[in-house]
């Protein structure tokens, strides 16, 4: 069957770094999505993996681990403007409920 | 860049009557086109996925008499809710990419928010 567990809620400090996770199950696999969203707003690509390993875009990083399930995305020198949903997509068809990321000062 | 546009943003309507939502890839050609579902606090859900001159296929549990959609060019699909009720209320998205496979990224029109009374 398909699954994506993330969690739910995270709170993280303006200039830190902030790793939420992802794990998935899927049959057949082409590839880890992440996506932000702002509320009442639709989603936007931050990244994506298909192969193991960390993919850099400036803040933003995202891992994977194929054999594990496994994803996280990065953010480094968070701003107050990243507070948003944060939405892992396997395949691009099956989405987890999102992790809100709040920043705070 | 890879624009999607989506119309109209949002809609309030009276229970018993249909909406139409436009999606449209603006410069690109689309292929595949997706749509969702979100509620509030809740994650997107895949309603369907639309190919340009063929039948959509539904997700479990959507029924396609009710949502309609239309994939009449490569650059537009139309979802229609028939009869609406109160319960269709929703933030109702659109997503094309320009690949297949699902290795491509999804370009996201604005969402519609759909208010049925």
């Known amino acids: 069957g398909q699954n994506i567990d993330q969690p739910t809620e995270m709170t993280a400090t303006e200039g830190a770094i902030v790793q939420i996770n992802c794990t998935y199950q899927?049959?057949?696999?082409?590839?880890l999505f992440w996506y932000q969203q702002h509320a009442g707003e639709a989603p936007t690509f931050l990244s994506y993996n298909v192969l193991d390993g960390l993919e850099e875009k400036g803040r933003f990083s995202s891992f994977l681990s194929r054999s594990k399930g496994y994803s996280y995305l990065l953010l480094k020198e968070l701003q107050m403007k990243d507070s948003a949903s944060y939405l892992c997509?396997?395949?691009?068809?099956?989405f987890g409920t999102g992790t809100r990321l709040t920043v705070i000062p | 860049g890879a624009v999607v546009s989506q119309h109209p943003s949002w809609v309030i309507c009276k229970s018993g009557t249909s909406v139409k939502i436009e999606c449209r890839s603006l410069d690109f050609q689309a292929t595949t086109m997706f749509w969702y579902r979100q509620f509030p606090k809740q994650s997107l859900m895949l309603m369907a996925t639309?190919?340009?001159?063929?039948?959509?296929?539904?997700e479990q549990g959507v029924e396609k008499d009710k949502f309609l959609i239309n994939h009449a060019s490569l650059t537009l699909s139309t979802l229609t809710v028939t009869s609406a009720h109160p319960e269709d209320s929703s933030f109702y998205i659109c997503s094309a990419t320009k690949g297949q496979g699902g290795r491509s990224p999804l370009h996201f029109g604005n969402g519609t928010r759909l208010t049925v009374t």
């Open positions: 997509g396997a395949n691009n068809l099956f």
């Open positions: 639309s190919n340009e001159g063929s039948k959509a296929t539904y």
């Open positions: 899927t049959s057949g696999f082409n590839g």
